[in-house]
């Protein structure tokens, strides 16, 4: 592994990042209401799917892992403009909170940051944890 390769992240650690994600979310929404709840849910969102594609390929590199994460996020916000989404949400709670309903421009921004908590994150965990 070269010295700018990143080391790989412990599956069983992106899992782990993956369910307290999700934990965050359902408990920003039990505590919290409006636009922190709306737009906190929107970034940890995105985080919950770089950890994903960390539990899915752990040698991902921060950058690529946060380009996906984005464009899978970014990619949902856009598919809600068919409004299927709503019809799925409207027959089933978990595809409420896998698809959304409603295209809202302001998402796309917190789902930017939600990416870049997960870099920045992924960067830091990296660089701790380089012998030497």
Known sequence: MSASEP???ARPV????????VAAGLGIRAVADGPVAKYGGDALYTLLLYALVLAAAPRT???RAAS???AASWAVEFFQLT???EELAARSVLARLVFGTSFNPPD????AIGA????????LTCRTARPG
């Open 108 to 111: 796309l921004f917190w789902y």
């Open 68 to 70: 996906v994460a984005l």
């Open 14 to 21: 992106a899992v782990l990042a993956a369910l307290l994600t």
């Open 116 to 123: 870049g908590v997960g870099w920045t994150a992924h960067r």
């Open 7 to 9: 080391r790989p992240v």
């Open 83 to 85: 409004g299927v989404p």
């Open 61 to 63: 590199r921060p950058a």
